[in-house]
């Protein structure tokens, strides 16, 4: 399914905290959102699974506006899996995963063969199986994130949300999660704080400043050095050929405002001669 938002605003506590964003998602691509802290991608996103009305602009996924759809057509086209999973869950890792087949079922529905099937499956790729009958409480907070990607994938929506999904994964799950969700095929907009597996996993990355679009297009393009030096005031060292690394430091003060003096260097200076010591 193809996501289009469209001149969005969204305003909370009577502040606009997104201005004016626009993005499209294509049938089975994967869309980064990248930004500092505070710069909307979660409040963007929120307009997709209709949590927040945006004030201005549309949501449509296949051309519906998403706020026109009913619960459980919008439960069937979206899926989310949010930065935080919640703790005060009073169900075991298996009960959670099937909270994802709800959705499909009529009302007051039994879980069905299939129902069980798709679980089985989801726990498979979530690499989760073994936790089936364990509590939810009591998981670490790596391990829920799994349970929720799970559910997610249990839903079967063509459009998956996630919010900030690696933050409390290792770095070979945070891998494995994105590899999954590639592979599925389905429509992922993904908050994302890591650029380096921003550059890796997305075919098409956004990146938010202060509530705007400042920059869109394939990662290898968006993500320069000089990008990232002023859009999260960090020095940037890119490593390896093919499949290029970010290495990161913090911008001293003094050449932070020596950089805001200098004219920007190009990016295949920054690419090859970096100002980070080795
Ligand atoms: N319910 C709310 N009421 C008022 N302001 C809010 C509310 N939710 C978020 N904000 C503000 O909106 C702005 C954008 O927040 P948002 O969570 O969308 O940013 P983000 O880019 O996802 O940040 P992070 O990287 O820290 O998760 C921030 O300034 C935040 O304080």
Redesign the pocket.
């Known amino acids: 399914m193809r996501v289009e938002l469209d001149d969005i605003t969204v305003t ?2 009577g ?1 606009d ?2 201005q004016h964003a626009s993005l499209v998602a294509e049938p089975g691509a994967v869309v980064g959102l990248v ?10 996103l929120r307009t997709v699974y209709r949590a927040v009305r945006p004030r201005l602009g549309t949501c449509r996924i296949d051309g519906r506006d998403v706020q026109r759809l009913r619960g459980r057509q919008a439960a069937r086209a979206v899926a989310v899996m949010l ?1 935080d999973p919640p703790t005060d869950f009073d169900l075991s890792v298996e009960e959670t995963v099937m909270l994802g087949r709800v959705p499909h079922h009529a009302s007051f529905g039994r879980d069905t063969a299939e129902d069980v099937e798709v679980v089985a499956d989801a726990m498979r790729r979530a690499e989760i199986t073994d936790l089936a009958d364990r509590m939810v409480a009591t998981l670490s907070g790596g391990q829920r994130q799994r349970v929720m990607l799970a559910r997610a994938l249990a839903q079967q929506s063509d459009v998956m949300v996630l ?2 999904p690696s933050n409390h994964l290792d770095i070979s799950h945070q891998h494995e999660l994105l590899s999954t969700v590639r592979s599925l095929g389905r429509t992922v907009i993904a ?1 994302l ?1 890591d650029l380096n597996l921003a550059t890796q996993y997305c075919d098409h990355v956004v990146v ?1 400043d202060a ?1 705007r679009v400042i920059a869109a297009g394939p990662p290898q393009q968006v993500l320069t050095p000089e990008l990232i030096r002023s859009t999260f005031r960090v020095d940037v060292r890119v490593l390896g050929g093919h499949d290029p690394v970010f290495g990161f430091r913090r911008l001293e003060p003094a050449t932070e405002r020596a950089a805001e003096r200098a004219p920007e260097p190009s990016s295949h200076d920054l690419r090859t001669e970096s100002s980070i010591p080795t």
Do not use: I
């Open positions: 909370l506590g502040r905290v997104v930004g500092p802290n505070g710069s909307g991608k979660s409040s963007l930065q919010d900030e908050a704080h938010l509530g």
